[in-house]
């Protein structure tokens, strides 16, 4: 919601003290949460690591401790949302896209120094990542004040009248944004009760291969949400619709490589990551359809991009509804039926149900006429070129069972590379930039 309301002040060239105004108030409501989350998960660290957790190895009290340490990183992590949405706002993704870069080079490779050189405590490694999370809130805060122009100050105070005309638009956020929590994060609570703790670890490896396959897709949704709100705000509907479908095809062009990659060859990748063998057979099936539904899912999420555009999200109030109603308690079940596996394909089936059917219901309201254009002339070409490429790949004898971790790792990024060349050449947005790149640049030399 702030990152949409700084869009769009700018672009209707609106006073930025009322953007101050609504960041304080709102600076207020997120210190609140994140005093209740923290709190909230440090009461109840004892419970949960003597009684949900299934500790076999680790020391309980250490599980405790680490525990508490995520809660206060949760707290801190509301606030970093807060500032990096008002920086995509301001469509500062470059200076952004820097610090995130830099912030989670800090976090993973010094957390593999501080394990392979210093020390293997649990308790450390949690220190380490919340003293990150502090320095990037610090960051992101003076980031973002630093980009809104010098208007005054305004005071330490709750500014009712700022938050009162967008309180609609952000109840949708927060309720739509609360279920979806709820209903990404749900196979993973349930499954923390019923696998040992080592097997959960191997479906931990799962969640975080899986979560980045959409991380790719953020900075392509953190450039486009502000201009197509931006553009709106200027009455430019038609050309926010000409974004709308080159961003798609832009996401296409890399999200389904990635996507295909790591499901076709999702044992060999987690045994090149991890070299543990054991861990790459377990989680490989699974990572197989999570990777297909989170690759349906950073395509799908074009239709809310739409909603999200024109401020109007009662369609998607009435998805997330129905979602949940029918996800969760299909979840539950499957989760202790058929374990991580049905999940994994559970969520598979509903992404691909989701795209079929509720996408083009939303385009009929937001964008009429574009949807089979959108999916036979952006989407379905580069998603033919990927299959074929991919099963061409797959077929050969590439023999990975004989090859040390870091050639597959150089052979699956290789296989990546050619898709994604092949499908920029298929793509008529990716030709039209490359095109517009060769005439700029001979314009420079004449």
């Not at 220190?127 to 960051?139: A, C, G």
């Not at 291969?209 to 897709?217: K, P, R, T, W």
Request: hydrophobic share 55%; with cysteine; proline share 3%.
């Amino acid at each position: 919601m702030l990152s949409r309301q700084t869009a769009k002040i700018r672009g209707q060239n609106i006073d930025f003290i009322e953007l101050k105004r609504l960041l304080r108030s709102l600076e207020f409501i997120f210190f609140s949460i994140a005093l209740i989350a923290s709190l909230s998960i440090a009461i109840s660290s004892n419970w949960a690591a003597n009684h949900w957790l299934k500790v076999t190895l680790l020391d309980v009290t250490e599980v405790e401790t680490c525990i508490v340490l995520m809660g206060v990183m949760v707290g801190l992590s509301l606030f970093s949302s807060l500032y990096r949405s008002g920086i995509q706002g301001m469509e500062n993704q470059v200076q952004l896209n820097i610090v995130n870069i830099v912030i989670v080079t800090v976090k993973s490779v010094g957390a593999f120094l501080l394990l392979k050189f210093i020390t293997q405590d649990i308790v450390s490694f949690f220190v380490y990542q919340l003293i990150i999370s502090v320095i990037e809130l610090i960051v992101l805060l003076m980031m973002f004040y630093h980009s809104m122009p010098n208007t005054g100050k305004i005071g330490f105070c709750f500014f009712w009248g700022a938050l009162k005309p967008i309180i609609p638009f952000a109840a949708g956020i927060a309720y739509t944004s609360g279920i979806w929590v709820l209903l990404t994060q749900l196979d993973k609570m349930i499954l923390s009760n019923i696998l040992p703790l080592s097997e959960y670890g191997y479906f931990a490896l799962v969640a975080v291969v899986s979560a980045g396959i959409l991380s790719i897709s953020n900075p392509i949704s953190q450039a486009i949400l502000p201009r197509m709100t931006y553009l709106l705000s200027q009455g430019k509907e038609n050309i926010m619709l000409r974004l709308y479908r080159k961003s798609t095809q832009l996401m296409a062009v890399v999200m389904l490589p990635l996507t295909g990659i790591v499901a076709l060859f999702s044992t060999e990748l987690l045994f090149a990551w991890t070299g543990n063998k054991d861990a790459a057979e377990w989680a490989g099936p699974i990572l197989f359809w999570f990777a297909l539904g989170n690759g349906i899912l950073a395509i799908s999420a074009f239709q809310f991009y739409l909603q999200f555009a024109h401020g109007k999200l009662k369609m998607h109030v009435i998805y997330i509804t129905i979602s949940a109603s029918i996800q969760i308690p299909i979840v539950v079940y499957v989760a202790f039926e058929y374990g991580a596996l049905g999940v994994a394909l559970t969520w598979f089936i509903l992404r691909f149900i989701t795209f079929i059917i509720w996408t083009p219901i939303v385009h009929s309201k937001f964008a009429p006429g574009v949807h089979w254009p959108w999916l036979l002339k952006d989407i379905a070409p580069i998603f033919s070129s990927t299959v074929i490429g991919l099963l061409i790949i797959n077929n050969l004898d590439i023999g990975f069972d004989r090859m040390g971790r870091m050639e597959v790792f150089i052979i699956l990024i290789s296989i990546g590379v050619m898709v994604v060349m092949t499908n920029i050449l298929v793509s008529s947005a990716c030709r039209e930039l490359i095109f517009d790149a060769i005439h700029k640049s001979r314009k420079v030399n004449v």
